[in-house]
């Protein structure tokens, strides 16, 4: 036996089926530029360290995004694409060697100061990749490295 909706209800699901089916018409860019290994700063970590730059940090912070199923549903699609897009601007490990020495040694202590405060990875994208939360010995981890990293500079 079928339910019968009011005629209200029935006409806001029917809007609310139309717009977001239209919705998923305006898909934002996921692309992936290409990675020259040597321009990368994944090449230069330990691999320990990583290892924990790509299972915390390499969604966001390299042309290396893995794109998952709910990138592809309008809303979060563009939720997605645009905080990737923005954590490539901040920082993109991909692109390394195109930061002079002062950015190189900024970024490199944010790398230690943003996870110690807990600011990275951001907690929205915690909610969802459990698996990026950081340890404290990951965070000990990334400094100890960035440290080390920050001394090689010029």
Request: net charge positive; charged share 20%.
């Amino acid at each position: 036996m079928a339910v019968s909706l009011p005629r209200p209800i029935r006409w806001a699901l029917i809007v609310f089926v139309v717009v977001f089916a239209g919705m998923q018409a305006v898909q934002p860019d996921r692309t992936n530029p290409p990675v020259n290994a040597a321009h990368s700063l994944l090449s230069k970590a330990t691999p320990e360290v990583r290892a924990v730059l790509e299972r915390s940090c390499r969604d966001c912070h390299t042309n290396e995004t893995q794109w998952p199923l709910y990138s592809y549903v309008a809303p979060m699609s563009w939720v997605t694409a645009s905080h990737v897009h923005a954590g490539r601007d901040r920082l993109n490990m991909s692109e390394w060697t195109s930061y002079d020495e002062d950015e190189q040694d900024k970024f490199l202590g944010g790398i230690c100061s943003l996870p110690k405060k807990g600011r990275m990875p951001l907690p929205s994208y915690l909610i969802i990749h459990r698996s990026a939360k950081l340890a404290p010995s990951d965070v000990a981890i990334l400094c100890a490295w960035s440290d080390k990293m920050r001394d090689t500079l010029q």
